[in-house]
């Protein structure tokens, strides 16, 4: 299976918000045909009706791949109007975060195969991560076109076992909502220490803007980095010195987060 598929046999988008948006703005700039994608959206974007995608039309018989883009509140409701594809060799993806595979599973078939994906926040405008895993149906083939279709949007990672999803949600799900974060506090601080709000917010997002930059180009690793900019008895040294205390600082505190998430995450996929 792979997009020459895709161009004969069709894909459906179900649901096409800001992630559904970015991922079909990937899928025509990489050549699949608008006449090859149906969208299914009850409240379609003016940008979406200027595509030539199939809006909101009778879907294709057998289609290569049906993508699941909705919120988990109604994914349910969404997967009831395909019961046309149950026993059929389409591949299901779903993003819909903390639906697990057995869940998919029961409301499509077991037979069916099946692949749970977690883009976070910045794929809707390229710049994030993905996390994949595939139920036992799913081949490499599965696998690989899936990644094909999310690396459109954002860099992709395989998980070896669905458990590890919930690590994935605290981490690169949750995380871009601590990084906002950081930006707020570090603008706070520098509020506080006498800058104006709009300078130092300015300063605070070019910097963690800048410094992930920075860690994405560079061959070296986040911690040779800190020490390239860290002199001995400097200014950086003074405030890491508060940041990296073993009980106090940001790693525990990070640590802390990251598991309150993941546990959350454990809790929301077991009703």
């Known amino acids: 299976m792979d997009l020459n598929e895709i161009r004969a046999r069709g894909l459906i988008l179900i649901g096409c918000g800001k992630m559904g948006s970015a991922m079909l703005e990937g899928w025509l700039e990489s050549g699949i045909p608008a006449s090859s994608i149906w969208i299914s959206d009850p409240k379609p974007s003016a940008w979406l009706t200027k595509t030539g995608v199939n809006i909101n039309k009778t879907l294709p018989k057998n289609p290569a791949v049906?993508?699941?883009?909705?919120?988990?509140?109604?994914?349910?409701?969404?997967?009831?109007?395909?019961?046309?594809?149950?026993?059929?060799?389409?591949?299901?993806?779903?993003?819909?975060?903390?639906?697990?595979?057995?869940?998919?599973e029961a409301a499509i078939s077991p037979d069916s195969t099946i692949i749970r994906a977690m883009p976070n926040t910045p794929s809707a405008i390229g710049k994030g991560?993905?996390?994949?895993?595939?139920?036992?149906?799913?081949?490499?083939?599965?696998i690989q076109l899936t990644k094909v279709l999310m690396e459109k949007i954002s860099q992709v990672v395989q998980l070896e076992s669905e458990d590890q999803m919930d690590v994935v949600t605290g981490l690169s799900?949750?995380?871009?909502?601590?990084?906002?974060?950081?930006?707020?506090?570090?603008?706070?601080?520098?509020?506080?220490?006498?800058?104006?709000?709009?300078?130092?917010?300015?300063?605070?997002?070019?910097?963690?803007?800048?410094?992930?930059?920075?860690?994405?180009?560079?061959?070296?690793?986040?911690?040779?980095?800190?020490?390239?900019?860290?002199s001995p008895n400097g200014t950086t040294q003074a405030g890491l010195e508060i940041l990296m205390?073993?009980?106090?600082?940001?790693?525990?505190?990070?640590?802390?987060?990251?598991?309150?998430a993941a546990e959350r995450s454990k809790e929301l996929g077991n009703g």
Do not use: W
């Open 245 to 260: 205390d073993q009980k106090s600082g940001l790693m525990p505190l990070v640590k802390k987060t990251v598991e309150a």
């Open 173 to 230: 799900g949750s995380g871009p909502a601590y990084v906002f974060y950081l930006v707020e506090s570090l603008a706070n601080a520098g509020v506080e220490l006498g800058l104006s709000e709009d300078m130092a917010m300015r300063l605070a997002k070019a910097t963690v803007a800048g410094s992930g930059a920075l860690s994405m180009s560079s061959s070296e690793q986040p911690s040779k980095l800190r020490k390239n900019v860290t």
């Open 66 to 104: 049906c993508l699941i883009a909705v919120k988990p509140q109604i994914i349910f409701k969404a997967l009831s109007n395909l019961n046309e594809y149950k026993n059929s060799d389409t591949l299901f993806i779903s993003i819909a975060a903390g639906i697990q595979l057995s869940q998919l």
């Open 129 to 142: 991560i993905t996390a994949l895993i595939g139920n036992s149906v799913a081949k490499d083939e599965h």
